[in-house]
């Protein structure tokens, strides 16, 4: 019997090429009945090989291979320079150059593995980042330290054997050998074969077996594994490049000499070490060694610090009462009723699941934010808790909804539940993070791992970059690959690659994309999950190595997010949203700039703008609601309460429109199709949703109600049609379904009918929870917008790039709604959109006599308010420079151009540039009319030097103001003068304004056509709802998003803005084909066809296309493709 | 006066010049190596048909636009018609730049006519040499630049009216820095007229002494005198021998005169020369009857010739042949030497009808090295040896021969051998760095020659053939068994193998030359056994391997 000892994945990163569901593969495929993954420094790949390995019934053994430092040759100098300089925690390695190898270990118990843990965490928090292997690597002190539970095997050519034996021959290597026995104990190190087919390779085995048998060591026989297959040492290779940098011209013998480290089969080993049949029969011996595998985690969660008198459960209870008064104090009795009921059954298996702990823990975080303000939300299936309703941890009455507990937590499914909370984006989110730090320690809590991998472009550069092309070469490929979402079936790689402008049949090109094809999917080097926190009760270290991440401060664990899951580790994501950002920072504007407090939690519930708004789908800028599809969707569906916005969230998602749900639903909603339903018994389920299945939770009910399933099994088909989905597991599962299904009396073709709408929606669907989360932050944004328009899209453009519209449209669409808004004004700006009062003249003063006769004065202000953008959007101008800006303005403000040069030296002259070019430096005025303006009111004094100067006045000023005067005349202040440059044109200062802010304030570049537009026959985008179905019409303006959605059999969806609005136009795909650079390329387009006007959704089904000259401003588009 | 030629989309119109059929097309002029050939020029009609710079051979190909690889060879001789044109209207012509020429025509009304006529002359006269030009005249050099670059066909500016008349042309025809440019462009300053307007003082506040250069550019100002074109200094000597020469002693009499006079030349401007080419003009009639390659010379050096000079290719040619040397030299009789081994190496084809030889002046190398520098054989006697050996050895086998960083065994290649450049005392390496291909990391393939027991683990010599030895082998089981190559033959006595090495996948089998350049060879793999063969003195031991691409068999070497 043999078993492959000594194996490493593609997660030694570009030291492998496999990812251990193919090692696992191949050594089912072998018959091999165990297999060990030693991947360089870490146990990266660990969970994945351990659960590819159980589903194959193969063993899984852990280990790692460690980088060693011998310090064997080094004099004593030396070593205690280096000792010196690792304990001061500093990285100086200039005195110390030394040699590392690597030493394979296995684990052989628990107590193994967690030494293993503790030894890598211990290395990797030596250094940053990425550190050389000379600063992270383990000494001997190490190796002591965490050896027990481990088994050494002694390497192969970079093995502390061979580099033993290169250095000081036999002896030396005896010596090195006998030492390696003292650190790991007799009965734990096994001298290492390896027959890779290379003479040098051979003199050491000789050199090894003659050792071991003077030692008395057991000899046993490896592959050193590093790819699956022998074809994937091209793989290898080109890793090797890409790591040394070099290409594969260049590398020369980094290179493997030939591909025999790939998994071979017992038969092929034993014929290879037929001359040691003991080699071969010790891996049998030692793999039955080898008890440890990762079913054997030790995890333990942390537990939550409560008062003495109370257990954790107690304390969790208490809360929660505390919290259910709150929450449902005020309902009616009935709802009281069902709210207790659920609780305690909630908390009775909380308690059963001994998980009191966790709840309390997330409970902590959510208060921790709350009381610091931060707006805080849980999302995902643990709005489906009451328990979490009521400790404020969601937001989403899981009773009044009639939520499914089962699809958050359920006794069956064995797993820990998955709390998500939702934080504003940015430093907030931050505070959080540091607080779960601070508050479970640095060996307590981490976040998880975000393994990046090779993915089309990385792939198609790196790649490209090892064959030798040059940057530009590199560039083209790069763009050419993952162009759009949707791809025609006959559009080959080959094709793509012609139309980019390449020939495939270069041998060359041939290889590179044979390469990038390989390494796709491939783990490249390890990243920070965003928000993914684990914690632990202590060492978390002993569970999973940690090591620290680029950011200053933070620690990652190896695993990333699903693997933790995987390995039962507990987690909380901390998600940064950018609508929270924009709802907690339109809060602040509004109780800044209005005086008023707009309080998300008690929001009016059923407000009539709100519904007007989201009916006529004046959605830009709405959270979940604003894109094209869901606008298209929103006269249709035309909600009138908050279930609706629940619904309209969850309907436009794949899972719905790959199903076919969303159709059936609308026509039912509109009376056009009756009610019906798969079968009678599943009427409550579906009745809401009009018989049509449109929720996660929905599908787990109708399996509970039609094929008798528990919750806990209900949940287990879900996962089972999820993202990881197996046809295995499928395939049970459906057989389990349909037997469930027969019993209870439902016939074939309602359970064909349940099966579609179970896996078309289990990999897709949005569970219910989540979407009433989302419905709560979309309604909330759609309150906002129609009230607190100025706030509301302030906030929105300080939070950008975020949503499905680029600032340019949000500030039109504002300004249709009436929003006045100010341009970039070095005077008056700061780095952030802000809002100014300009109610100075709307205000109406009323007074009453009261009671006691006194005079009382109110006054009815009608409050409005202008957004004066930002400085951060002038672009070119670096945050630094806009913040000395504000700050040097609010000390005094400018007096002149020349003056803005001095007082702020951090600005260059191409940011001066850019202020002027914008316009931002037009209100810095001249001496003289400083003077003469002192007392007038702010803003007639605003309008008046409007007037006077211009955008290249101050761009002639900037030329002269950047340049330095010499230190004779450098103190003598100098006013500015008028030039002799013309004002910019209409034309210069969209282009001006699109260039510098990408956006223009003025008249959408469309209005200045709009003579001609007429004259064409080009209606504008606010008269087509106007017009009858079926009516040729032309349709034109600036296209603002450009979508091929997978679901669309190849059609494209053009947004054309113009100044009335957004008009839309569908493009078959016949019509792009004809037009591809046209309709991709250019950025005004008329469009002629058919006016499909149906239900108030309006578009142009395109029948020709052609481009508009309309301006050379920038205009940008947001192209999902 | 001055008059200007400017030919617009000059890359096409060197092409175009060469192939008149293209003059009504749309073309587009490509540049770079496959697999990116991408568009460099293209002419009006190609832009109008959709062409951009930059987009590849393949895209570019999807118009319908004829596609032309550029060529620096019909661009110069372009050029140098451009140059011949204006310098059959006046002896004092300045070569502003490959596409634009500046002549003086000051007092050539008697000769030529007035300006008007004389600038219509020159656009005739580039028509008919195939180059479609404007021709501006204008008071002063740059202006007549801007003029021609500007406006299309003649044009004629009287003196005084050249800012009235430039006012119109855009502001790049001043080919101004970018970030001038850029600020001009902000400033909404787009032509002459407008730049000529700004107030002086202010402009070179802003833009200093190169805004008011441009300034007074804008205003046709700028008075300067033009830059002649000087002729080439050509050095080259030729004779035609009234009797055909068979023999390469008479010729080395002949060489030897030319040389002397060469030399002499070079020597009286303090030059040297650091390359030779000598012309032979062959008697045709006798070229026809011998057969092909001794033209060119020796079949076996075809290849090679053809790299050093594509012209010996063709038969109707004369026969060139080139001396380049390491350093800038000046000594006709080394030359002599050197000629005479180059011809005995490469003889003529045919008796030779006249002698043409040029040399490349280069400015002499300094005298003295540093003191402390080691002594090298000095450059010229060098020089003289290598060549000699060349002449044995043939060229691409003489050199220093350099290791390649590969595992493919015995993989190296000739570098030309030179002298390195003196250089000061350098300090040691530090024993700690290490590097690729350094002696250090060859230390695993000598690993037992380190041990300190060389009894145990003796170190063989292979003693390699080059080439190795084409073998026949019997295999068994995977194994050789009976080996036959040459005197080695025989039953294999014991065998230890196969040791395994393969590399450079990422090459085809065939390398196509023209991208591959830096690379050796393609792909290989091959399977290697030490076996020993008991022969008439006793046991040898050889290491034989199999070529697994072709499945051939060879002895590589024997073993001490």
């Known amino acids: ?1121 | 006066m001055n008059a200007t030629i400017y030919v617009p989309d000059f890359l096409v119109a060197a092409v175009v010049r060469l192939e008149p059929a293209l003059r009504e097309k749309a073309v587009a002029v490509l540049e770079g190596e496959p697999p990116v050939v991408t568009v460099a020029a293209m002419n009006e009609a190609a832009a109008e048909a959709g062409i951009e710079p930059g987009m590849t051979k393949l895209q570019a190909a999807a118009y319908p636009v004829e596609l032309r690889q550029r060529s620096p060879a019909q661009e110069a001789a372009a050029h140098a018609v451009l140059l011949d044109c204006a310098q059959a209207f006046s002896p004092r012509v300045e070569d502003t730049a490959a596409d634009t020429i500046v002549l003086d025509i000051a007092g050539l009304e008697r000769l030529f006519g007035p300006p008007a006529k004389l600038a219509q002359d020159l656009a005739r006269r580039a028509s008919e040499l195939g180059l479609e030009a404007n021709v501006a005249v204008a008071a002063n050099p740059d202006a007549a630049i801007h003029a021609a670059r500007g406006f299309a066909s003649v044009t004629i500016i009287p003196p005084g009216k050249q800012a009235e008349r430039l006012g119109s042309l855009p502001v790049d025809v001043l080919q101004v820095a970018p970030e001038i440019l850029q600020t001009l462009d902000r400033w909404g300053v787009r032509n002459l007229r407008a730049l000529a307007a700004l107030p002086e003082v202010a402009i070179v506040e802003r833009l200093g002494q190169e805004g008011l250069r441009l300034q007074k550019l804008a205003r046709g100002a700028v008075e300067r005198p033009l830059v002649p074109a000087e002729p080439p200094l050509e050095f080259e000597e030729t004779m035609e021998l009234e009797h055909a020469v068979e023999l390469l002693e008479p010729l080395a009499f002949v060489l030897g005169r030319l040389l002397e006079q060469l030399c002499a030349r070079l020597g009286a401007r303090a030059l040297a020369t650091n390359e030779l080419r000598l012309m032979l003009d062959l008697d045709a009639a006798q070229i026809e009857d011998s057969p092909r390659d001794r033209v060119i010379g020796r079949s076996g050096h075809r290849v090679i010739d053809s790299a050093v000079n594509s012209m010996t290719r063709s038969p109707d040619a004369p026969m060139t042949r080139f001396i380049r040397l390491p350093l800038p030299m000046l000594d006709s009789r080394l030359f002599l030497k050197l000629l005479q081994l180059e011809l005995r190496a490469h003889p003529p084809a045919a008796p030779v009808m006249k002698v043409t030889l040029s040399a490349e002046p280069v400015q002499p190398r300094p005298g003295q090295g540093g003191l402390f520098l080691p002594a090298t054989p000095a450059p010229d006697r060098l020089e003289l040896t290598l060549a000699r050996l060349a002449g044995i050895v043939g060229k691409q086998k003489i050199g220093a021969a350099e290791v390649l960083d590969t595992h493919r065994p015995d993989a190296f290649q000739m570098k030309r051998f030179a002298p390195s450049a003196p250089q000061g005392l350098k300090p040691r390496r530090e024993s700690g760095d290490r590097e690729i291909g350094s002696s250090e990391h060859l230390k695993t393939d000598h690993l037992m020659t380190r041990s300190p027991d060389p009894a145990m683990y003796s170190t063989m010599a292979l003693r390699r053939f080059r080439p190795p030895l084409a073998a026949t082998v019997e295999v068994r089981d995977g194994e050789p068994v009976r080996i036959a190559a040459g005197e080695i033959r025989g039953e294999v006595a014991s065998v230890s193998g196969p040791w395994r090495n393969s590399g450079e996948w990422w090459k085809s089998t065939e390398t196509t030359p023209r991208i591959d350049t830096d690379d050796h060879g393609s792909n290989w793999a091959r399977d290697e056994w030490d076996i020993a063969v008991p022969g008439t003195q006793g046991i040898a031991l050889y290491r034989i391997y199999r070529d697994l691409a072709s499945s051939a068999w060879f002895v590589e070497g024997t073993y001490d």
């Open chain 1, 1 to 1121: 019997m043999y078993v492959e000892l000594h194996s490493a994945s593609a997660f030694s990163f570009l030291e492998g090429a496999s990812v251990p569901e193919e090692l696992v593969d191949t050594c089912v495929a072998a018959e091999m009945p165990a297999m060990a993954l030693l991947d360089r420094d870490g146990v990266y790949g660990s969970p994945r090989f351990h659960l590819a390995a159980k589903k194959a019934g193969v063993k899984a053994h852990i280990g790692a291979e460690i980088t060693f430092l011998p310090l064997r040759h080094r004099d004593t100098e030396n070593v205690s320079s280096f000792k010196f300089q690792v304990s001061r925690g500093r990285l100086e390695t200039r005195n110390v150059k030394r040699e590392t190898c690597c030493i394979p270990l296995l684990a052989e118990s628990r107590a193994g593995y967690q030494n293993l843990c503790r030894l890598i965490t211990r290395m990797k928090m030596r250094g940053p980042k990425d550190a050389p292997p000379e600063v992270i690597a383990a000494c001997e002190d190490d190796l002591r330290e965490y050896a027990a539970g481990l088994i050494c095997l002694t390497g192969g050519d970079d093995g502390p054997l061979a580099a033993a034996l290169a250095e000081g021959g036999i002896d030396a290597a005896r010596r090195e050998v006998e030492r390696l026995v003292s650190i790991f104990g007799r009965e734990n190190v096994y001298v290492e074969l390896q027959r890779h087919f290379l003479r040098e390779e051979e003199a050491r085995n000789q050199a090894a077996v003659e050792i071991a048998r003077e030692l008395r060591l057991p000899i046993v026989a490896s592959n050193s594994v590093r790819y699956a297959r022998a074809w994937q040492r091209e793989i290898l290779d080109a890793f090797t490049a890409i790591r040394h940098h070099r290409t594969l011209g260049t590398a020369g013998r980094l290179l493997a000499r030939n591909s025999e480290r790939y998994v071979k089969t017992p038969r092929e080993m034993a014929h290879l070490f037929a001359d040691l049949p003991e080699a071969i029969a010790e891996t049998g011996q030692l793999s039955s060694r080898l008890e440890f595998t990762l079913a054997d985690l030790g995890y333990e969660f942390p537990r939550y610090p409560v008062p003495e008198d109370e257990t954790m459960m107690s304390f969790l209870r208490k809360r929660t009462e505390e919290g259910a008064r709150e929450r449902y104090g005020r309902a009616d009795r009935h709802l009281r009723q069902r709210a207790r009921r659920q609780i305690e059954r909630e908390l009775a298996l909380i308690e059963k699941l001994d998980l009191a702990g966790y709840f309390l823990i997330v409970w902590d975080i959510v208060r921790f934010c709350r009381e610091q303000g931060i707006l805080v939300q849980g999302r995902g299936s643990a709005a489906n808790s009451a328990v979490c309703y009521s400790l404020g941890i969601t937001a989403v009455d899981p009773i009044q909804m009639e939520l499914l507990f089962e699809r958050f937590l359920s006794e069956e499914r064995g797993e820990w539940p998955d709390i998500d909370l939702d934080l504003p984006s940015g430093e907030q989110r931050e505070r959080a993070i540091q607080y779960v730090y601070q508050r479970y320690g640095k060996l307590g809590a981490a976040m998880t791992a975000n393994v990046i991998t090779y993915r089309g472009r990385s792939a198609a550069r790196e790649i490209g970059k090892v064959l030798g092309f040059d940057p530009e070469m590199l560039d083209r490929l790069a763009k050419l690959v993952g162009s759009w979402e949707y791809r025609d079936p006959d559009e080959t790689l080959e094709r793509q690659f012609r139309d980019g402008g390449f020939d495939l049949t270069h041998p060359r090109l041939r290889k590179f994309l044979e390469l990038a094809l390989a390494v796709q999917d491939l783990p490249r080097h390890l990243g920070q999950h965003s928000g993914g926190m684990v914690v632990c009760q202590g060492q978390l270290d002993s569970v999973v190595p940690l090591e620290p991440a680029t950011m200053p401060g933070r620690v990652v664990v190896q695993w990333d997010k699903e693997d933790c899951a995987d390995m039962g580790i507990i987690k909380v994501d901390l998600l940064g949203l950018g609508m929270m950002a924009v709802l907690e920072d339109s809060i602040a504007m509004i109780h800044r700039d209005y005086g008023e407090e707009a309080d998300l939690a008690h929001l009016p519930a059923d407000d009539p703008a709100v519904y007007a708004a989201l009916q006529k789908a004046d959605t830009v800028g709405m959270f979940q609601v604003e894109s094209r599809a869901q606008m298209s969707c929103l006269p249709r569906l035309r909600p009138k309460c908050f279930y609706d916005i629940v619904v309209e969230v969850a309907i436009i998602r794949p899972g719905p429109i790959v199903g076919q749900m969303v159709n059936p639903y609308l026509k039912r909603r509109q009376g056009r199709e009756p009610v019906t339903y798969p079968h009678p018994s599943l009427e409550p389920v579906l009745a809401r949703t009009l018989g049509v299945p449109l929720f996660q939770e929905q599908l787990l009910r109708m399996a509970m109600i039609a094929a008798g399933f528990t919750g806990g099994e209900a949940e287990e088909l879900r996962r089972a049609f999820g993202f990881k989905r197996s046809e295995l597991r499928m395939r049970d599962i459906e057989v389990k379904l349909r037997a469930g299904m027969e019993r209870n009396g439902i016939a074939p073709k309602a359970q064909q009918q349940i099966v579609n709408s179970i896996t078309s929606f289990a990999l897709y669907g949005f569970p219910e929870s989540h979407a009433a989360s989302f419905a709560l932050l979309a309604y909330a944004s759609a309150w906002l917008k129609c009230h607190y328009l100025a706030a509301f899209t302030a906030a929105l453009l300080n939070n950008q790039p975020m949503g499905f519209y680029h600032p340019s449209t949000i500030v039109k669409d504002a300004q249709r709604h009436g929003l006045k808004f100010k341009p970039a004004d070095v005077a008056r700006s700061k780095r952030l959109c802000t809002l100014e009062d300009v109610s100075s003249f709307t205000f109406h003063v009323s007074r009453k006599e009261t009671a006691d006769g006194a005079q009382r004065e109110t006054r009815n202000v009608k409050r409005d308010f202008a957004v004066r953008l930002g400085l951060r959007y002038v672009k070119g101008l670096r945050e630094e420079a806009a913040r000395a800006l504000v700050r040097e303005r609010e000390r005094r403000p400018f007096a002149s151009i020349d003056e803005l040069a001095r007082r702020v030296p951090e600005l260059r002259k191409s940011e001066l540039a850019a202020l002027a070019e914008v316009g931002a430096l037009n209100s810095v005025s001249s001496f003289e009319f400083q003077v003469s303006s002192e007392n007038e009111p702010a803003n007639l004094k605003l309008e008046t030097r409007n007037v006077k100067h211009h955008r290249r006045d101050a761009l002639w000023q900037v030329e002269k103001a950047a340049r330095p005067p010499g230190p004779l005349l450098e103190e003598i202040a100098e006013a500015d003068a008028a030039s002799p440059l013309p004002a910019m044109s209409d034309e210069e200062r969209l282009v001006a304004d699109f260039r510098g802010t990408g956006l223009t304030l003025g008249p959408h570049p469309m209005a200045y056509r709009r003579r001609e537009m007429d004259a064409l026959g080009v209606r504008p985008a606010r008269e087509l709802p106007g017009l009858p179905n079926g009516k040729r019409v032309r349709a034109a303006g600036c296209v603002i998003a450009r979508q091929r959605p997978g679901t669309a059999r190849g059609f494209v969806f053009l947004s054309l803005e113009d100044e009335t609005g957004i008009a839309n136009a569908i493009i078959t795909p016949d019509l792009f084909e004809k037009n591809r650079l046209l309709l991709v390329g250019e950025q005004f387009l008329l469009v002629e066809g058919v006016l499909q006007n149906l239900d108030n959704v309006v578009s142009v089904k395109a029948e020709r296309v052609m481009p508009l000259a309309i301006t050379g401003a920038a205009t940008r588009s947001h192209d999902f493709h």
